[in-house]
């Protein structure tokens, strides 16, 4: 999620885990390619920003990987990092600061701050205005730039992207997210809901087409459980679960994600020698909202980094606002995405709770919250 109109929760791995697990072993892709919003951009929104201030700029973000600032909307590495480590792969780096010279020999991530699938135009008729001039399909754009600069041929396209995973999101959640944040009826939002689908779909058939044969499509998080929509949406009349989620959202994620995996088996059915394999981020992350003391979380309900209200997220999070506490006690960093955690601290939890970020990407890797799991497809 970009920002609370921009995005839903994410999840990393702990890295002494991952190094246990089978991906050391098979080296599968050489490269990773990656799609998507500030979920899992590492880096091209802060490039663009260029010498403009931003919060992503300062501590404490990258505070407890890098130490530093490092272009991600965490305190330390997002998802698609992990992925990379999990398979031997160095962190994936932002296309745009090398759109025009980059080689990428291990592949590279068009993921930006507050991308949407649709593009803007799609929401005029609805009398809705972006704010953002980022979708799927400019990223699509760059990474066909990308590639024709460094295989003109189609031999060269295919074999590259034949020895690649493709990261297809999570994208489509922005294309929601702005418009429940612009307090618009939120029931018209379903109406979106198989054209944001069928984007993704689009978007990985261009891919398959290209010459992609393992792509990963995530789907999207319970929102009714993100601290954002929790403190913008959650007013006293409105229905929550027994985790203390808000019903509707989450039942409106439900339904994109039913969707989704509908088009998945599709695409699975038109594309018999490709891999598609379809992660289930909406599972993954219920577990900790479930049973957090097991995640060594205290409340997965509320950020670390932010205001003073009940979820601390009323003055979001940028070098001045308060840290609650470590983030390692965190699921959320800023109400919006998650928190990393330190390989260091990995090894305390390592029989004992496993963290919020390994819930999901390990899931990924190993099953059961993707299908099949990524590593088995090697």
């Avoid at 109406?191 to 069928?198: A, H, L, R, T």
């Avoid at 980094?305 to 840290?323: E, F, Q, S, V, W």
Wanted: charged share 20%.
């Amino acid at each position: 999620m970009a920002s609370f109109r921009c995005k839903s929760v994410l999840f990393a791995v702990s890295v002494l885990i991952l190094l246990n697990s089978p991906a050391v072993q098979c080296g599968c892709y050489k490269r990773i390619f990656s799609f998507g919003d500030s979920i899992i951009d590492t880096g091209n929104f802060v490039h663009l920003v260029g010498d403009h201030p931003s919060a992503l700029k300062e501590r404490p973000f990258g505070m407890t990987f890098f130490h530093h600032p490092a272009g991600r909307v965490s305190d330390g590495r997002v998802i698609i990092d992990f992925y990379a480590q999990a398979l031997q792969l160095p962190l994936p780096p932002p296309n745009l600061p090398e759109q025009n010279t980059g080689e990428f020999p291990t592949g590279a991530n068009f993921a930006i701050f507050a991308s949407t699938a649709l593009p803007e135009s799609y929401f005029k008729r609805f009398n809705h205005r972006l704010r953002t001039p980022w979708n799927l399909g400019v990223q699509m754009d760059w990474f066909k730039q990308m590639l024709q600069r460094i295989a003109p041929n189609d031999g060269d396209k295919r074999r590259i992207l034949g020895e690649s995973l493709i990261v297809l999101g999570e994208i489509g959640g922005n294309d929601y997210n702005f418009w429940f944040g612009a307090a618009r009826p939120r029931e018209q939002a379903y109406q979106f809901i198989p054209d944001v689908v069928g984007c993704i779909g689009s978007a990985a058939q261009d891919l398959i087409n290209l010459g992609a044969k393992t792509i990963l499509v995530p789907n999207n998080f319970p929102i009714g459980c993100v601290p954002a929509y929790l403190s913008g949406h959650g007013g006293d009349d409105e229905p929550r679960d027994e985790f203390r989620c808000l019903r509707w959202f989450n039942d409106f994620s439900a339904r994109h994600n039913q969707a989704l995996r509908s088009e998945v088996d599709r695409l699975r059915a038109r594309n018999p020698g490709v891999k598609l394999i379809y992660a289930d981020y909406f599972g993954a992350a219920m577990e900790f909202v479930k049973t957090p003391a097991r995640f060594g979380i205290g409340d997965p309900l509320v950020a670390c980094c932010g205001g003073n209200n009940k979820y601390h997220t009323n003055d979001g999070c940028n070098a001045t606002t308060r840290l609650w506490g470590d983030p390692l006690s965190f699921a959320s960093w800023d109400g919006v995405h998650m928190t990393d955690k330190q390989s260091v601290e990995a090894a305390a939890f390592l029989n004992t709770a496993d963290k919020a970020y390994h819930a999901i990407a390990d899931g990924v890797l190993n099953g059961p919250f993707a299908d099949p799991p990524l590593l088995r497809s090697c």
